[in-house]
Nanobody
Framework: QVDLMESGGGTVQAGQSLTLSCVAS????????MAWFRQAPGKEREGVVA???????KYAEFIKGRSFISKDISKNTLFLRIDNLKPEDTAMYYC?????????????????WGQGTQVTVFS
């Protein structure tokens, strides 16, 4: 069973936008926290943005002001729109879900993970 499935990645020129989608199973979508992480080659996985059930959001500093996380409850879907993409945004983007976290961007606390969707930005 696939609990989280991402889509929407692609290869774009710097300055363009992308909207990533993550369709969740009922159990994954019911978790308290959902988040987007990313991992570039040779680097550690890092948190991009997270949202809890109440709608509280936390954005990483490197994406703040040019991204927006949202949810479509009727479709069990999480979205991430990123504007003004930069070459340093190139990474595999993952959707994740967790019931409890010690820190909202602590990847080890997330129980459910998708396979990822690749975002490549060229200058």
């Amino acid at each position: 069973q696939v609990d989280l499935m991402e889509s929407g990645g692609g290869t774009v020129q710097a300055g363009q936008s992308l909207t990533l989608s993550c369709v969740a199973s009922t159990i994954a979508y019911s978790r308290t926290y959902m988040a987007w992480f990313r991992q570039a080659p040779g680097k550690e996985r890092e948190g991009v943005v997270a949202i809890d059930r109440a709608g509280f959001t936390k954005y990483a500093e490197f994406i703040k002001g040019r991204s927006f996380i949202s949810k479509d409850i009727s479709k069990n879907t999480l979205f991430l729109r990123i504007d003004n993409l930069k070459p340093e945004d190139t990474a595999m983007y993952y959707c994740a879900a967790a019931q409890d976290v010690r820190s909202i961007f602590l990847a080890d606390d997330y129980e459910y993970w998708g396979q990822g969707t690749q975002v490549t930005v060229f200058s």
